[in-house]
């Protein structure tokens, strides 16, 4: 079974955020900030979405960075992914 968004949703799976800090702090779970980089794992159709033609321009694969509280959280064969729009997605990274 797969997940497949509708519309403009998109999902994502997120990066592990860093355990340690740049100088060799280690962080415990509680101190980690939610991470914002994620790789695209599925992508909607697109089309009509209220009214207005929307077209996808993310892929599988690409490497994004999103809103830090965006889309609705689901587990999934024991994997943890979002579900957000492509709205909500500020940059693909290269």
Known sequence: MNIKPLGDR???KMVEAEETTKS????TSGA???PQMAEIVAVGPGG?????EVKMELKVG???ITSKYAGTEIKFDDTEYTILKQSDVLAIVE
């Open 10 to 12: 998109v999902v994502i």
């Open 24 to 27: 060799g702090i280690i962080l």
């Open 32 to 34: 980690k900030e939610k």
């Open 48 to 52: 009509m979405v209220d009214g207005k």
């Open 62 to 64: 690409d490497k994004v």
